[in-house]
């Protein structure tokens, strides 16, 4: 059972515009939300997070929105830059729950992202 | 600052052999996670260490796989017997602060491994 679901297994967007990456998740219990970007051959490196107690954090050209009645969560990127094509995943975590017994995170299949010069 | 190494980067080997991997966390974090990705998959949280105890192993698929963490620095994740089914890339994190607001778990570059 996927808790977290990353519906686009691609996408590809023109250098300059918005990259908007969905991800939606099912376990209400969910309060703590990680946007992270994989290069070949390399690890994940964590990019932008959220908690539930808010629905938008910008970092620079990253954004990510979280709608809690919607169980979604975006990540919007303005403008997009080739060096941006990547693999982004989607994270999330249940800190409240987990308060005192690890603070595991659970993963998207991630969303391929090429951006177009 | 030197960030999370994992060690080897590759393995190959045959089924029912062991394989031993490692990893060193950042310098200072007491918070050490294993996770794996398998086929292009998601990926899967296997267990985590504060220090050198076992906070959570509820991810470890079988007995056949062993974590340690002795003295709280590097950790080992041995495949014994290693299967088809183990093959994937196996990454390492690590974090500071499990408590505060921003705790970030920073990976390694993984080992990706191959059962034959």
């Known amino acids: 059972d996927q808790q977290v679901k990353q519906n686009s297994p691609s996408l590809s967007v023109q250098e300059g515009r918005i990259s908007i990456l969905n991800c939606d998740y099912t376990n209400s219990m969910f309060d703590y939300f990680l946007w992270y970007k994989k290069y070949p051959a390399e690890g994940p490196t964590f990019l932008i997070s959220i908690s539930s107690i808010k629905d938008k954090n910008e970092d620079g050209r990253f954004t990510v929105f979280l709608n809690k009645s919607a169980k979604h969560l975006s990540l919007h990127i303005v403008p997009s830059q080739p060096g941006d094509s990547a693999v982004y995943f989607c994270a999330a975590s249940a800190r409240l729950k987990a308060w005192g017994n690890g603070n595991k995170l659970v993963f998207g299949a991630g969303t391929i992202l090429r951006v177009k010069s | 600052e030197a960030g999370v190494t994992q060690f080897p980067s590759h393995s190959v080997i045959e089924k029912g052999q062991t394989v031993t991997l490692r990893c060193d966390p950042i310098s200072g974090h007491d918070n050490l996670y294993w996770y794996r990705r398998v086929m292009g998959k998601e990926i899967k949280f296997l267990l985590h260490f504060v220090k050198e105890s076992k906070q959570d192993e509820s991810g470890m698929p079988n007995n056949r796989f062993l974590a340690e963490r002795t003295g709280g620095t590097y950790s080992t994740l041995k495949v014994q017997p290693a299967e088809l089914e183990d093959s994937g890339v196996y990454f390492c994190?690590?974090?500071?602060?499990?408590?505060?607001?921003?705790?970030?778990?920073?990976f390694g570059p993984g080992t990706r491994l191959l059962v034959l």
């Open positions: 994190a690590s974090s500071q602060d499990l408590y505060g607001p921003t705790e970030t778990q920073y």
